[in-house]
């Protein structure tokens, strides 16, 4: 069993409708959860991360984490163009740890 | 401030042959890490260096990769000799550690290709 499991598969949407991608993971011991974005041929960013449970909102980027049950999400509201890209997310045991990466989804949003 | 610097950006050799490739992290950043991103996986941990030690090279396959950070601040990493399945992308990060989050920086990567 992989320690962050991310369904693959891309998705497409037009512009501004809302994206929403998520994750579970199997070890309950991890405590930082963040969202990165990499676009082609380039090395991930990160988008944003949250510590332990709760939610975490950055302008049009909402991410949530829920322990109990193992789930990140990611909400990204009016989506551009420019939000085309992979997001991948990631868990670690602390804050200077190895990332347990998800696979990652392709998201392409569609003028 | 100049980012994560990796190169060579592309590499191709055959099996059996031997590759390096390079890293210069961010400017006072002690911690640095490689990564293995095969196409259509996330990154996956080979090592992580604290200044010139390793912190954790447990997914590092050994008997091919090696890596070093001499100084605490460049890293090369190596493998030798290459298969078919080390086709990737290699992803330096580098960060600086503290006692909460501490955001990895990645570079562009290096390509490898085995043929």
């Known amino acids: 069993q992989k320690e962050v499991e991310q369904d693959p598969g891309p998705l497409s949407v037009p512009e501004g409708a809302i994206v929403s991608l998520n994750c579970t993971y199997s070890n309950s011991a991890f405590q930082y959860f963040m969202w990165y974005r990499q676009y082609s041929r380039k090395g991930p960013e990160l988008l944003m991360y949250?510590?332990?449970?709760g939610n975490k909102e950055d302008g049009r980027f909402t991410a949530q984490v829920d322990k109990s049950s193992k789930y990140i999400s990611l909400f990204i509201r009016d989506s551009q163009p420019s939000d085309s890209a992979t997001y991948l997310c990631?868990?670690?045991?602390?804050?200077?740890?190895?990332?347990?990466f998800g696979k990652g989804n392709q998201v392409v949003v569609i003028p | 401030e100049a980012g994560v610097a990796q190169s060579p950006r592309y590499k191709i050799i055959e099996k059996r042959q031997s590759v390096a490739f390079w890293c210069n992290p961010i400017s006072g950043h002690a911690t640095l890490y490689w990564y293995q991103q095969i196409l259509g996986q996330g990154p996956k941990l080979l090592i992580q260096?604290?200044?010139?030690?390793?912190?954790?090279d447990s997914q590092l396959p050994k008997d091919r990769f090696s890596a070093e950070r001499l100084k605490g601040v460049d890293s090369t990493l190596k493998i030798q000799p290459a298969k078919l399945e080390d086709s990737a992308v290699y992803l330096c990060a580098s960060a600086f550690p503290g006692p909460t989050h501490n955001e990895q920086f990645f570079g562009p990567g290096t390509r490898l290709t085995v043929l």
């Open positions: 990631a868990a670690s045991l602390d804050g200077n740890n190895r990332l347990a």
């Open positions: 949250t510590y332990s449970s």
């Open positions: 260096f604290q200044n010139n030690g390793v912190v954790d």
